[in-house]
């Protein structure tokens, strides 16, 4: 039996060296968004082609990411939400039990916004009642991808431009890839700025698709699952 147990912590080890990378944390969470190619997830992390791809072998081999392939590309996406969430507690963990992670949420994001932000069962509560405007502040193709339900998709740097088409009157609820991106923390100063009632909300897409609340697709026919 110890064998048998030592053979399994071994294997439960694979997945734990496979997320001590900082680089593949961050594919991680691009990927939590939805599929994307090598070429892509490359650009959008600003690693070569060449290392994200050794990053997302390894993270293949440990089963936390799956492939398809479409055409000439090959596309990676997590293996399932059960990822999100061991991202999720790994946050949690970090959050809780190191010192420097308080400090570096402290110095970079409480400075942004100090409000608490608003919970999931909240905003769902509040968007039946249509007395709220949910802002998705990712890149469109993300958005296209996945998003809360009626949720508007105004990139970060086109919010500016198109502050006009955003109801004065009602509060507005900025969200983005997760509790820690900062595209979120900054819509929310900016739209204060300019006298609107935002905050934020909790998580964000993946931590609320993976809490089972219902999501809609770009898909061409406006599927909602």
């Known amino acids: 039996m110890s064998d048998f147990k030592h053979a399994l912590a071994e294997q439960f080890a694979r997945v734990?060296?496979?997320?001590?990378?900082?680089?593949?944390?961050?594919?991680?969470?691009?990927?939590?968004?939805?599929d994307r190619s090598v070429e892509a997830l490359a650009r959008v992390s600003g690693l070569s082609v060449a290392n994200a791809s050794q990053h997302l072998q390894q993270l293949r081999q440990a089963g936390l990411v799956t492939t398809r392939k479409e055409g000439l590309y090959v596309y990676y996406r997590v293996a399932g939400d059960e990822v999100v969430e061991l991202l999720d507690a790994?946050?949690?963990?970090?959050?809780?039990?190191?010192?420097?992670?308080?400090r570096l949420i402290a110095s970079n994001l409480a400075t942004k916004d100090r409000m608490d932000p608003l919970a999931a069962e909240e905003l769902l509560s509040r968007a039946r009642d249509g007395g709220v405007t949910v802002l998705d502040v990712r890149p469109e193709e993300e958005y296209a991808e996945g998003h809360l339900p009626g949720a508007v998709n105004v990139p970060l740097e086109d919010l500016e431009s198109r502050l006009e088409g955003l109801p004065p009157d009602q509060e507005v609820v900025a969200y983005c890839r997760g509790?820690?991106?900062?595209?979120?923390?900054?819509?929310?100063?900016?739209?204060?700025?300019r006298?609107?009632?935002?905050?934020?909300?909790?998580?964000?897409?993946?931590?609320?698709?993976?809490g089972g609340h219902p999501v809609e697709e770009d898909s061409g026919e406006g599927e909602t699952k």
């Open 90 to 102: 790994l946050r949690k963990v970090a959050e809780n039990n190191l010192a420097e992670v308080e």
């Open 179 to 193: 509790p820690y991106c900062v595209l979120a923390y900054e819509a929310v100063a900016r739209l204060r700025e």
């Open 16 to 34: 734990g060296k496979a997320l001590s990378n900082a680089n593949r944390l961050e594919l991680l969470e691009y990927l939590a968004q939805g």
């Open 195 to 210: 006298g609107y009632e935002a905050r934020r909300l909790e998580y964000g897409y993946p931590e609320w698709k993976a």
